[in-house]
């Protein structure tokens, strides 16, 4: 699940380099597994407001001023993008698992 996870993370991590120096290297030092399930999260300031819809939040330097945020998001589009090599990912460990207990293959 950790390599699986790695490769969408790489790929959320590429997304957001275009506009946040925080954000790329943040995402991939959050990135974590279980023999189940995967998180990557980003907790720098400016990964919610690019990852939400219609947020707003105070211009630097005047918390006077509001501006609702360009809508950016990075983890959702990451991981539509990577999938299918997530998966394969996922599965070569499966079938390693498989091979280690014994289990031949078809053919």
């Known amino acids: 699940m950790l390599a699986a996870a790695r490769i969408i993370a790489l ?4 997304l957001a380099s275009g506009w946040s120096r925080q954000i790329p290297p943040d995402v991939l030092r959050h990135v974590t597994a279980t023999d189940s399930a995967a998180t990557i ?3 720098v300031g400016p990964a919610y407001p690019n990852e939400v819809i219609r947020v707003r939040h105070p211009v630097y330097g005047n918390r006077r001023v509001w ?3 360009d ?4 983890l959702a589009p990451a ?4 999938a299918d090599a997530a998966a394969a990912e996922i ?3 499966i079938d390693d698992i498989c091979h ?3 289990f031949k ?3």
Not at 11 to 14: L, N, P
Not at 79 to 82: D, F, P, S, V
């Open 11 to 14: 790929e959320a991590s590429r």
């Open 41 to 43: 999260k980003s907790d």
């Open 67 to 69: 501006v609702t945020n």
């Open 71 to 74: 809508y950016r998001p990075f």
């Open 79 to 82: 991981a539509q993008a990577k």
């Open 91 to 93: 599965a070569k460990s």
């Open 100 to 102: 280690e207990l014994g």
């Open 105 to 107: 293959g078809a053919g």
